[in-house]
């Protein structure tokens, strides 16, 4: 998984000036009138002769004196206004998240305020993995039930305010945000997905639809999603929804969910693909691939692959689309990982189409062979090898025969001249093949004056076998 962009809505400093200016504060005007609660909004106890109202000057609710004991400065701390303890723990930087356990109430409130400055404030607080951890424990994991049951609340679409929304979506991000699968999965056992799943086809927001693919993206990585609860179907629907939505982040979370979901069940997510009426992720794919954002192209070009790996039959619709011209394309693409993942996905349809691999070793039709020498010639560590192996398995298909020429050959003297400064990784990884060949055109070859040593160490069913091969 990836890094936790999530925490981009991680811990909210807007509300906390310091000293606090006097915009923080509700006008008496606003303030609830006294009719509104006969009991403290925080701790529910009733008011009477004994146990007064109190306003607080944040949030203008109605509080007892014992859950109105703080107060903040404002202006130039010459003024110290009374702030209900929940105000007061959000006004303070130092979000706690054992403080608000015993808040836990608050989430079920029936005024719309506290509930969301409840979750602000949970939102804010949840940053590391233990913070999550302590959330599940909260009364043997009911609080994230209860996020669950709250999402799927959107659905039905109550009259509650946009906050409350981010806030409850901040909270799902913050929970799922995790390199801890545990939590996902606490998350997906509750009803988590299906609920995202369906807010995400039901959304017209678009900085809400951005938290819930997010939201998609966090959980994607979970093998409980495939499992578990999520109907590939309504996700592949939900997926094919944001997809057609402009907006870069969205595609980029969204491509990486995609992903991530056919890496675990590329057969059964390709056939809910098709089961989806008027589906257009296969043309949607094709217009991200054109989009130099490395890490829409990377994600696009990893769908492709997963997708020819599981339904070869989809070779001729990517073809009609010019998929995999577009792949061949991204060999030349500035950015490493864009490349990798166009050299995987170019294996996995020339191993599955001989028709295919001619073409695209055809010199007339695509500079897929030229592009190779070149990632080969840079001698980078990581690509090389990928692109030596990819060279050798369309070298084996005999359509290619023709348009490879003496391509390979002089792609792997080319290796070889670097072969001395390279790791010995360069030539394990591009296999047993790639180093008997090698090791032929050093027997015979013009280079073999040039090399004083080439050991080739390389693993072989589990053997390491070491060959001198000068
Ligand atoms: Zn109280
Ligand atoms: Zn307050």
Same mark, same amino acid.
């Given at each position: 998984m990836d890094t936790t962009p999530g925490m981009m809505w991680g811990v909210d400093k807007s509300l906390t000036p310091s000293p606090y200016n006097m915009a923080i504060l509700k006008k008496k005007n606003d303030w609830l009138s006294d009719e509104n609660s006969a009991s403290c909004m925080l701790c529910d106890a009733e008011f009477s002769f004994f146990n007064r109202r109190h306003h607080c000057r944040r949030c203008g609710r109605l509080f007892c004196n014992s859950c109105m004991k703080t107060g903040i400065?404002?202006?130039? #701390?010459? *003024?110290?206004?009374?702030?209900?303890?929940? &105000?007061?723990?959000?006004? /303070? #930087?130092?979000?706690q998240l054992k403080a608000y356990r015993s808040y836990f109430h608050l989430f079920k409130s029936s005024d719309i305020l506290i509930r969301t400055e409840y979750l602000r404030a949970i939102r804010n607080s949840i940053r590391t993995d233990d913070d999550r951890a302590l959330i599940l424990k909260w009364k043997n994991n009911a609080f994230m039930r209860q996020v669950v049951e709250a999402v799927k609340e959107y659905s039905v679409r109550s009259t509650r305010t946009d906050l409350y929304? /981010?806030?409850?979506?901040? *909270?799902?991000?913050?929970?799922? @945000?995790?390199?801890?699968?545990?939590?996902a999965r606490a998350f997906i056992d509750a009803g988590g997905a299906t609920a995202v799943l369906t807010c995400i086809r039901v959304c017209e927001e678009p900085y809400l639809q951005e938290f819930l693919v997010w939201i998609l993206r966090n959980i994607s990585p979970c093998p409980a999603?495939?499992?578990?609860?999520?109907? $590939? =179907?309504?996700?592949?629907?939900?997926?094919?929804?944001?997809?057609?939505?402009?907006?870069?982040?969205?595609?980029?979370?969204? !491509?990486? %969910?995609?992903?991530?979901?056919?890496?675990?069940?590329?057969?059964?997510?390709?056939? %809910?693909?098709?089961?989806v009426p008027q589906c257009t992720i296969v043309t949607a794919l094709a217009r991200l691939l054109t989009l130099t954002v490395p890490q829409i192209?990377?994600?696009? %070009?990893?769908? *492709?692959?997963?997708? @020819?790996?599981?339904? $070869?039959?989809?070779?001729?619709?990517?073809?009609?689309?010019?998929? =995999?011209?577009?792949?061949?394309?991204?060999?030349?693409?500035? +950015?490493?990982?864009?490349?990798?993942? @166009?050299?995987?996905?170019?294996?996995?349809?020339?191993?599955?189409?001989a028709v295919l691999a001619a073409r695209l070793t055809d010199p007339g039709q695509t500079s897929v062979v030229p592009a190779l020498t070149a990632i080969i010639a840079a001698q980078d560590n990581d690509?090389?090898?990928?692109?030596?192996?990819?060279?050798?398995?369309?070298?084996?298909?005999? #359509? &290619? %025969?023709?348009?490879?020429?003496?391509?390979?050959? +002089?792609a792997l003297i080319e290796a070889l001249d670097g072969a001395t400064s390279l790791s010995d990784g360069l030539i394990k990884d591009a296999g047993m093949d790639a180093a008997g060949k090698l090791a032929g055109l050093v027997e015979e070859g013009p280079k073999?004056?040039?090399?004083?040593?080439? !050991? *080739?160490?390389?693993?072989?069913?589990g053997v390491k076998v070491v060959e001198d091969y000068l």
């Open positions: 400065w404002v202006g130039k #701390e010459t *003024v110290l206004e009374r702030v209900c303890n929940l &105000c007061h723990l959000i006004l /303070s #930087e130092d979000y929304w /981010s806030m409850l979506f901040g *909270v799902v991000i913050n929970l799922t @945000a995790s390199f801890d699968p545990e939590v999603v495939v499992t578990h609860d999520a109907d $590939p =179907i309504s996700t592949m629907a939900a997926i094919d929804r944001v997809l057609k939505i402009e907006v870069r982040t969205l595609q980029q979370c969204c !491509t990486a %969910a995609l992903a991530n979901l056919l890496t675990h069940d590329a057969l059964r997510y390709t056939h %809910a693909m098709t089961k192209q990377r994600n696009a %070009a990893r769908c *492709v692959s997963l997708v @020819a790996t599981a339904t $070869p039959a989809v070779l001729p619709v990517f073809d009609k689309r010019g998929i =995999i011209e577009m792949v061949a394309g991204l060999l030349t693409a500035f +950015d490493p990982q864009v490349k990798c993942a @166009a050299m995987v996905a170019i294996r996995t349809m020339v191993a599955r189409s690509l090389t090898p990928i692109a030596l192996g990819l060279l050798n398995s369309m070298a084996e298909i005999d #359509e &290619c %025969a023709a348009g490879l020429g003496r391509a390979v050959d +002089d073999r004056d040039r090399l004083t040593e080439l !050991t *080739v160490t390389t693993q072989f069913n």
